[in-house]
């Protein structure tokens, strides 16, 4: 028997393990933290996919707005968050676990044990769902340990990038100011001469000045749209914004809903990737992680949901929207895609 199919019974396993875990004893104590004190924090998900690593950057920047000089440490899986988190140089130490657990078991079971001799002030969960998160905030050695809010409440988000911010923040501020809480987008936090090179490579495409929409048509499973979709979508769209560049951003596999049939942009640099979309009028492709990674720049993103997660994974902040396009006609999105270009 394979160990892929022996997966549903580890978690089965590890979800029974991990449904005892809680907050830490006086945890409500964590308020008396100074904020500007040089506090140790430890993020744990442990996992390499560039969509969840993406969406711990909202947490990631909220700790770091309370506690301005805090060093943090991430526990992440594979080499995408020194990338993606170049900029963030208040990240003190990204420990990377090896992308395949069980086929680098001596590396693995190396980087947890030198986890566990540090000591850190506060450790928190980058997702309450995951086994994994969870189990390495158990081994953590940190004074205060979070894993989820303790008692549901009307005020906790649906959305997998703002639970754990939740989590953290009902500990240090009154409940009723996490009605309307303004939660930190995802970010990747382009420099400028990042932001200047993704111009010159979008001119260098087209050639000229018009503004430029991107399309992203792959992603996994049940959440990519079939090539009949996307066709009837690319003929709308190109008769409907005859006056912009229509670009396609290829995924790494280097595939094509559309059959390759728009300009199109491949790469294997995620910063470069994001400072093209940085540089275009409006992102529009399907839950993936190109999509968080579009959600991380400044440009709006419209995310085409197939099915379910709707509200736990969609674009939010700025303009960013997402749309089920089991109950949305294709005329609906291009309509909606005029006004957020306008």
Known sequence: MSITKLNPLKSKIFN?????????????EIKNLPRDSNIKVLISRPNHRLGNQLLLSPLIQEVKNQFPNCKIHLVVNGNLSPILFSEFHFIDTIIKLPKKPLKNILNYTAKSIGLMSNKYDVAIAGNENSNSSKIFIKLSRAKFKIYNSGNIDSYKPEHIAKKPIYNLMKLLIAPNELRDYNYPKLSIKLTNEEIEKGKLLLRKLFGNNKNTICIFTFATGAKCH?????????TQLKNEFNDFNILEILPIENVSQINFESKHFYSKDLREISSVIENSSIFIGADSGMMHLAASTNTTTLGLFNGSNYNVYAPYGNENQSIDTNSVQIDEIIEKIKKLTL
């Open 16 to 28: 029974f393990f991990t449904s005892s875990f809680e907050n830490s004893k006086g945890i409500e």
């Open 226 to 234: 079939s090539k009949e979709w996307w066709s009837t979508f690319y």
